[in-house]
């Protein structure tokens, strides 16, 4: 059965449907993998009854020839931001150790309906704070690649949890989320297929905000195909979400890999994104593909993005004042953390606030409070939207010349942790999200796909940009590119 949980949906569905293997069968072999595989630590909770109830469901429909869609009896994970009714959605985070949703988030839902099996919950940074997965509560979640008893490679983050358990084969899929790259990361450190798509066309009810101007759900699969079928399953528009596109989705469909063709079209280069911290063995590999694309017909030119280096420091500040507001909902009263304080409802709130938070969320909220004093509004806030505003215009300007933008996923491979861990949060996330960032400052959509092994064995990945709503070509593109590097994930 590993060689199934190592195969793709389609196989996958294709062998269910022909009665070849049972969706019981399959979900038993993830949740012993899981449970096998639990030192590289992906899952927060792991939803045995649940799987198994769902397992027999799905068992029920292929018997009688109804299957809800591909999905069906397929195992997947979910990051422990999203609520899930019945089953702790913690953040990773103290503040939420405990807490139990009573209804779940439509992502969830839809997964559900389709017929998907959960599995687990995956670990995170604390409130998806971070770009490494290494200060939940739980402990740091880590990277299989290059993997010792000695020491360990960051799976990337917030989303690490889910990347682990989907480049392991625990599961084909799983959810993240992504505010700054916080799916792209983790999918580029682990060699995996990372999606944030456009903002408003995946729904946001019942994931927990961390920045509501910027947060979508993000897809981390093996490959493209199954992104795809994924993507399809949870897109389209949500009235529990008033952000969600009205637009009606229409399903992708990409074309068989003998069909597939890039001819004329315009991939652009951004010079700004050839950076001090680029590593070398990238950079070649950003040029390998540029040349890749420019052989097989695409139209490959520089293009200038002259705001991209102000994107962090944005990001930094809006990223800060959203959190202060979000985090206020947090009083130790109506749920999430209370400590044991009696003396008075002020010290309540600062007790429970200070012990159920962790350094890096504490801080946030106290540095968006300050930016957002009415003294200081106009000097940060409203300037870094100022900022944003020009970064997107960037995005515009740039979609006149050309179709997708071909830049580097991450500026190095997977830090090892004992390095990762001596830099503040700040410094990791001003690294690591350097490339990730701005596509949700302009919420236009974007996928990392994995190219190759660096010298020392990591995964290298590149990612592509388009404007919103070029999912469909996005993912071509990326097809293309996976068909030709016929990259090889890492199986135990």
């Given at each position: 059965?590993?060689?199934?949980?190592?195969?793709?949906?389609?196989?996958?569905?294709?062998?269910?449907?022909?009665?070849?293997?049972?969706?019981t069968d399959l979900i038993k072999a993830?949740?012993?993998?899981?449970?096998?595989?639990?030192?590289?630590?992906?899952?927060?909770?792991?939803?045995?009854?649940?799987?198994?109830?769902?397992?027999?469901?799905?068992?029920?429909?292929?018997?009688?020839?109804?299957?809800?869609?591909?999905?069906?009896?397929?195992?997947?994970?979910?990051?422990?931001?999203?609520?899930?009714?019945?089953?702790?959605?913690?953040?990773?985070?103290?503040?939420?150790?405990?807490?139990?949703?009573?209804?779940?988030?439509?992502?969830?839902?839809?997964?559900?309906?389709?017929?998907?099996?959960?599995?687990?919950?995956?670990?995170?940074?604390?409130?998806?704070?971070?770009?490494?997965?290494?200060?939940?509560?739980?402990?740091?979640?880590?990277?299989?690649?290059?993997?010792?008893?000695?020491?360990?490679?960051?799976?990337?983050?917030?989303?690490?949890?889910?990347?682990?358990?989907?480049?392991?084969?625990?599961?084909?899929?799983?959810?993240?989320?992504?505010?700054?790259?916080?799916?792209?990361?983790?999918?580029?450190?682990?060699?995996?297929?990372?999606?944030?798509?456009?903002?408003?066309?995946?729904?946001?009810?019942?994931?927990?905000?961390?920045?509501?101007?910027?947060?979508?759900?993000?897809?981390?699969?093996?490959?493209?195909?199954?992104?795809?079928?994924v993507l399809n399953t949870v897109a389209g528009f949500d009235p529990?979400?008033?952000?969600?596109?009205?637009?009606?989705?229409?399903?992708?469909?990409?074309?068989?890999?003998?069909?597939?063709?890039?001819?004329?079209?315009?991939?652009?280069?951004?010079?700004?994104?050839?950076?001090?911290?680029?590593?070398?063995?990238?950079?070649?590999?950003?040029?390998?593909?540029?040349?890749?694309?420019?052989?097989?017909?695409?139209?490959?030119?520089?293009?200038?993005?002259?705001?991209?280096?102000?994107?962090?420091?944005?990001?930094?500040?809006?990223?800060?004042?959203?959190?202060?507001?979000?985090?206020?909902?947090?009083?130790?009263?109506?749920?999430?953390?209370?400590?044991?304080?009696?003396?008075?409802?002020?010290?309540?709130?600062?007790?429970?606030?200070?012990?159920?938070?962790?350094?890096?969320?504490?801080?946030?909220?106290?540095?968006?409070?300050?930016?957002?004093?009415?003294?200081?509004?106009?000097?940060?806030?409203?300037?870094?939207?100022?900022?944003?505003?020009?970064?997107?215009?960037?995005?515009?300007?740039?979609?006149?010349?050309?179709?997708?933008?071909?830049?580097?996923?991450?500026?190095?491979?997977?830090?090892?942790?004992?390095?990762?861990?001596?830099?503040?949060?700040?410094?990791?996330?001003?690294?690591?999200?350097?490339?990730?960032?701005?596509?949700?400052?302009?919420?236009?959509?974007?996928?990392?796909?994995?190219?190759?092994?660096?010298?020392?064995?990591?995964?290298?990945?590149?990612?592509?940009?388009?404007?919103?709503?070029?999912?469909?070509?996005?993912?071509?593109?990326?097809?293309?590119?996976?068909?030709?590097?016929?990259?090889?994930?890492?199986?135990?």
């Amino acid at each position: 059965m590993d060689k199934v949980l190592n195969s793709n949906i389609k196989t996958a569905f294709h062998l269910l449907n022909e009665g070849k293997i049972a969706a019981t069968d399959l979900i038993k072999a993830s949740l012993e993998k899981a449970q096998r595989l639990n030192k590289y630590n992906a899952f927060v909770t792991i939803t045995n009854n649940e799987a198994k109830k769902q397992s027999e469901e799905s068992v029920s429909r292929y018997d009688t020839k109804k299957p809800r869609s591909q999905l069906d009896g397929i195992p997947v994970a979910i990051k422990d931001n999203f609520c899930t009714c019945g089953i702790r959605t913690t953040c990773g985070s103290e503040m939420l150790r405990n807490f139990t949703p009573t209804y779940n988030s439509t992502v969830y839902e839809r997964l559900r309906n389709s017929g998907a099996v959960l599995i687990g919950k995956t670990n995170l940074d604390q409130f998806a704070m971070g770009s490494g997965t290494v200060d939940s509560i739980f402990g740091p979640t880590k990277n299989h690649w290059g993997f010792t008893e000695e020491q360990f490679h960051i799976s990337g983050g917030s989303s690490g949890g889910s990347a682990v358990a989907v480049a392991t084969g625990m599961c084909f899929a799983a959810i993240g989320s992504d505010t700054g790259g916080s799916t792209r990361n983790p999918a580029s450190y682990c060699g995996l297929v990372g999606l944030k798509p456009t903002y408003g066309l995946v729904s946001r009810h019942g994931l927990i905000p961390l920045v509501n101007s910027m947060d979508v759900p993000g897809i981390l699969t093996r490959y493209v195909d199954d992104c795809v079928s994924v993507l399809n399953t949870v897109a389209g528009f949500d009235p529990k979400d008033s952000t969600s596109l009205t637009k009606p989705y229409k399903s992708i469909k990409l074309p068989s890999a003998n069909k597939l063709s890039i001819k004329n079209l315009k991939v652009g280069i951004p010079d700004e994104y050839h950076c001090e911290h680029l590593n070398s063995e990238i950079l070649q590999t950003w040029n390998e593909i540029a040349t890749f694309l420019h052989e097989n017909g695409a139209t490959v030119k520089p293009v200038s993005m002259p705001h991209t280096e102000y994107s962090i420091v944005c990001y930094s500040i809006l990223n800060q004042c959203e959190v202060a507001s979000n985090m206020a909902r947090y009083d130790g009263v109506e749920f999430g953390f209370r400590a044991k304080e009696n003396s008075s409802t002020e010290k309540l709130f600062a007790t429970s606030r200070s012990l159920g938070f962790n350094e890096v969320v504490r801080n946030r909220i106290l540095t968006g409070n300050y930016f957002l004093l009415t003294r200081n509004y106009d000097k940060y806030f409203n300037k870094a939207l100022k900022v944003r505003r020009l970064i997107l215009q960037d995005f515009d300007n740039v979609w006149e010349q050309v179709q997708v933008l071909l830049t580097p996923t991450t500026l190095t491979t997977a830090p090892l942790y004992k390095d990762f861990a001596q830099k503040t949060n700040r410094e990791q996330c001003a690294l690591q999200d350097y490339c990730t960032q701005p596509a949700n400052m302009a919420g236009i959509p974007a996928v990392t796909i994995p190219v190759k092994l660096s010298s020392n064995g990591m995964p290298i990945s590149l990612q592509l940009m388009g404007r919103n709503l070029s999912e469909p070509m996005l993912l071509a593109v990326a097809k293309f590119i996976e068909n030709a590097v016929q990259f090889k994930h890492k199986t135990i």
